[in-house]
């Protein structure tokens, strides 16, 4: 499930990129969101209280017509968010990963957790089941964790650069981390003035990539014929400047 | 606000040429600059000078703190003090690195100073980052960020505010359904623009 | 006398040209002072840095822009007739595209936001008095175009599909923005008794000191000028 929504999740962030100043803005829940419909898609698992008549079809193993009190289901957050904490019919069990790093929050010990791994969408998912936690411990869990990893964080986006963490972080992390890495990237490049040079924009890289790789296929076997016309390098190549 | 957009106000700046060519003042709209007589020192905005030394134009007078032994100083004081201390301009990254870059034969010893002040710079870049750790533990806010400069404060953005954003989105979450247990099917993680502004601050 | 004087001569005067200009239009408004080109440009400034700052769409500056583009205008026709590469030339013409810069780069950013939170935006406006508007008329316009053509849009690939009870969850989707988002500030003038944090603990910011804030505890100060986003 979540190696599930991880590719899906990719995907459609990459489509997002043609909404520019909401994909550059701090990520913020909203209707639209593609974060948020991914986390809401997530399954809770819950236990049904009473007798529901005709829902049978919700619960895989059951042979019933009717949805039999004392069941356990997996149903999605999407629908379980529209009902109210305390509603007649479900009560929701917290998942474990939350308890589970209880103790190393409390340690503060958190920075060597493999996040990304636990949940992809641990801050977020955790969010919407902090009104379900009696013992208000997820809310805390959560915020605590980010304020725990946060330099950490502001460190490995600073320093390494290369080596994305990917299982070690959440969706809100990897978000942050880019950022910071983004920021650094272009530090760099200001000081050593090779930002200076108009580039061309991202969306046109891309096309100009696949139109490459098409070209490229076609061309095999060849020859570099309707190169750039540039005598001395039949390659076609250019030094860049 | 990447740095070329720190570059474009930093290059707002005023900093002394030596012209080789003589002409009457200009009537910018930023204001007037001028006259220019060649051979006697004149104050431009930094964009210009730039522009006029690539033309062979004029020779560029890097400003008095461009020197080793002030920025040795500066070096020595940011590493003794806790606080940040206040830099000879509010844009002396943006200055340095366009003076040097752009006429590194008007500026003697180069090289030196392109590394101390690039030392400077990653002194007070660590400096706020444990200053921020140190903040971001007390559970804070707010925090005063005086003589921070706007490319300093680049080297943290947009990571940090975003940070600070979504800690202080959780940490209202906490509090909104500790102090309320039968909130229920709003939307999720979006709560508490406005209303929630005071209990996001309660531990 | 050169050509050289008179042209700079015409380009002063144009200044003077911009006051009256704006002394005319405000004369209505007892304490209108006369402006400067140099001050619509600071203003125009802080208004560009603002809002590259601000998560939520700030006041409009439909004068200031208006005033700068005629000024930016008149310059281009003085300089008509002056050699491409006189020394003169080429360091008004990058001075004007410094200007031009930061005119179109704070009208983009509007935009951005106007298309990112359109129905928010056009919500807000309709409940301020027509001196409080944020929206510019041209940007007022193309909001409802914008939110009219997302809808439509909507409608023919989604939402006429749908039971009716589901097309009319129109409150649930107006995306808005973060307004406890962390801004830099910096304090123009000695501002006492802003409210930080926790137990609605205060502070005083002494008039060039720099902090890092949740926007809505400032938002009145930038809207005041009493502060302003770095």
Redesign the interface.
């Known amino acids: 499930m979540a190696t599930d929504s991880r590719e899906l999740q990719d995907l459609a962030l990459k489509h997002k990129s043609s909404c520019f100043y909401l994909s550059t803005m701090n990520y913020f829940p909203n209707y639209y969101s593609i974060e948020d419909i991914f986390v809401t898609q997530e399954k809770v698992e819950c236990k049904v209280n009473t007798r529901l008549q005709r829902m049978g079809f919700l619960d895989a193993g059951a042979e019933t017509e009717d949805l039999e009190p004392g069941r356990t289901i997996n149903l999605p957050l999407w629908y379980i968010k529209e009902l109210k904490v305390n509603n007649a019919y479900f009560t929701i069990a917290l998942p474990d990963i939350y308890k589970n790093v209880h103790k190393a929050v409390c340690e503060a010990e958190t920075t060597h957790i493999e996040l990304g791994r636990l949940h992809p969408f641990f801050y977020e998912f955790g969010c919407y089941l902090t009104p379900y936690d009696r013992n208000h411990v997820i809310g805390r869990i959560i915020f605590e964790t980010l304020r725990q990893r946060v330099r950490h964080l502001l460190d490995i986006s600073k320093n390494d650069a290369d080596s994305k963490p990917d299982h070690r972080l959440d969706n809100i992390e990897a978000k942050l981390h880019d950022a910071g890495v983004r920021t650094n990237t272009l530090y760099i490049n200001w000081l050593q003035m090779s930002g200076n040079n108009i580039r061309i924009s991202e969306l046109v890289e891309e096309h100009q990539k696949k139109r490459k790789r098409a070209d490229r296929s076609d061309d095999e076997g060849g020859g570099g014929a309707g190169g750039s016309g540039d005598m001395d390098m039949p390659t076609g190549k250019k030094p860049s400047w | ?5 720190v ?3 930093g290059e707002k700046c005023m900093i002394s040429i030596i012209p080789n ?1 003589s ?9 007037s600059v001028g006259p220019f007589r060649a051979g006697f020192p004149v104050f431009v905005p930094l ?2 000078a730039a ?1 006029l030394r690539k033309q062979q ?1 004029c020779r560029i007078v890097p400003p008095e703190w461009m020197e080793m032994e002030t920025l040795e100083e500066i070096k020595e004081e940011e590493k003794r003090s806790k606080f940040f201390t206040k830099m000879p301009s509010e844009h002396y990254m943006v200055v340095a ?1 366009l003076v040097m ?1 752009t006429a590194p034969d008007d500026v003697p010893r180069c090289e030196e100073l392109r590394t101390i002040i690039k030392d400077i710079f990653d002194i007070r870049e660590s400096k706020l ?1 444990t200053s ?2 140190a903040f ?2 007390g ?10 400069t ?1 490319l300093e ?23 909104a ?2 102090r309320d ?5 709003t ?4 709560t ?3 209303s929630m ?2 209990s ?4 | 006398m050169s050509e050289s004087e008179n042209l700079e001569e015409a380009l002063n005067e144009q200044e003077l040209n911009t006051e009256a200009a704006y002394a005319e239009e405000d004369n209505d408004d007892e304490d209108a002072e006369p402006i400067t080109a140099q001050k619509v440009l600071e203003i125009l400034e802080t208004a560009w840095t603002n809002e590259m700052c601000a998560p939520e769409l700030l006041q409009h500056q439909t004068d200031m822009l208006e005033l700068m583009l005629s000024q930016v205008a008149h310059m281009e026709e003085q300089m008509k007739d002056l050699d491409k590469n006189d020394f003169r030339f080429v360091v008004h013409q990058m001075e004007l595209e410094r200007i031009r810069y930061i005119m179109a780069s704070y009208l983009r950013c509007r935009l951005q936001k106007i298309e990112a939170f359109t129905q928010h935006i056009i919500n807000q406006d309709a409940t301020r008095d027509a001196t409080d508007k944020r929206l510019s008329p041209e940007e007022a316009k193309y909001a409802q175009e914008f939110a009219s053509h997302v809808d439509e849009y909507f409608n023919k690939v989604a939402t006429q599909y749908m039971p009716n009870q589901q097309r009319g969850e129109a409150e649930q989707r107006v995306v808005a923005p973060n307004l406890m988002s962390h801004v830099f500030l910096k304090a123009n003038v000695a501002v006492s008794g802003v409210i930080v944090g926790v137990d609605d603990e205060e502070v005083d910011l002494a008039p060039g000191s720099q902090h890092i804030i949740p926007y809505q505890l400032v938002s009145d100060l930038i809207q005041k000028n009493q502060a302003q986003l770095i």
């Not at chain 2, 606000?1 to 957009?5: A, S, V």
């Not at chain 2, 404060?153 to 509090?175: E, G, K």
């Open positions: 606000m990447d740095p070329t957009i570059e474009f106000i060519f002409n009457e003042p200009l009537h910018l709209i930023y204001g964009w210009l522009h134009k690195q870059s980052r921020i750790d971001i533990k559970e804070g806010t707010y925090a005063k960020l005086d003589n921070l706007l404060m680049h080297s943290v953005r947009p990571i940090l505010p975003y940070s600070l954003d979504h800690i202080a989105r959780y940490q209202r979450m906490a509090t359904s500790q247990t039968s909130m229920m099917n939307t999720g993680g979006g508490g623009t406005g502004s005071n996001f601050f309660t531990q």
